[in-house]
């Protein structure tokens, strides 16, 4: 079975452009989250997406967006983009249903620099 | 505001001790308490635990969960140069959703 799968790997933006991620859940998970790891923060929850409906959705400001399609695969949109948005933009999976207790399956992450 | 504190925040050993690590926690709809290894970039599972007293092992390293008092320690026998990383501790909350609340991570060197 295929990780989950995060592109791009790496990314280098200027400031005030906007940004998209995209993350490939393990097949046959349908909750998606995403997660921005820094080293002053730690990991912090963005948001979370099951059948393509946004069901909680973290402290961020609303430059951070998201959207997931029909299949299940999710994207994340940071739009005018500031120098404290580099990060490691972390996409995690799960097979979650309700009344299920389950382990996240997390990509490898995109390194988003902002200059 | 849910709340997962680590502690200590960094460690240094030699090969062979061994070493246990803290995770307390303050969080809304508890569902679920998970141990996390990050060496490089994509963070890999440890363990999950759900229930107060039982504990988990996997080779070298067990957990072990107190709901009562809010805790979780990770345990790391015989420490090798390949235990060194970031170990994270997670909360999973969220009455309809998944959502995992982090700690800052102890970051664990082993050294020969």
């Known amino acids: 079975k295929a990780g989950v799968t995060q592109t791009p790997r790496y990314l280098i933006k200027t400031r005030g452009q906007q940004v998209t991620l995209s993350c490939s859940p393990i097949?046959?998970?349908?909750?998606v989250s995403w997660y921005q790891q820094t080293p002053g923060q730690g990991l912090q929850f963005l948001f979370e997406?099951?059948?393509?409906?946004q069901r909680n959705k973290g402290n961020f400001p609303g430059r951070f967006s998201g959207r997931q399609f029909s299949n299940s695969r999710s994207e994340m949109n940071v739009s005018t983009l500031e120098l404290g948005d580099s990060a490691l933009y972390l996409c995690?999976?799960?097979?979650w249903g309700q009344g299920m207790n389950t382990e996240a399956f997390f990509g490898q992450g995109t390194r988003l620099t902002v200059v | 505001e849910d709340k997962v504190v680590q502690s200590p925040l960094s460690l240094v050993v030699h090969e062979g001790d061994t070493v246990t690590l803290n995770c307390s926690y303050e969080v809304t709809n508890f569902r679920s308490l998970l141990w996390y290894k990050q060496e490089k970039k994509a963070p890999t599972f440890l363990f999950m635990l759900t229930s107060s007293g039982i504990e988990k092992k996997s080779g070298r390293l067990s957990s072990i969960l107190d709901k009562k008092e809010l805790f979780s320690i990770l345990n790391i026998t015989a420490t090798q140069t390949g235990d060194s990383a970031v170990y994270l501790c997670?909360?999973?909350?969220?009455?309809?959703?998944?959502?995992?609340?982090f700690g800052k991570g102890t970051k664990l060197s082993v050294i020969p």
């Open positions: 997670a909360v999973v909350s969220g009455a309809g959703s998944y959502q995992l609340t």
């Open positions: 097949s046959g998970h349908r909750s």
């Open positions: 995690a999976s799960t097979p």
């Open positions: 997406y099951f059948s393509e409906t």
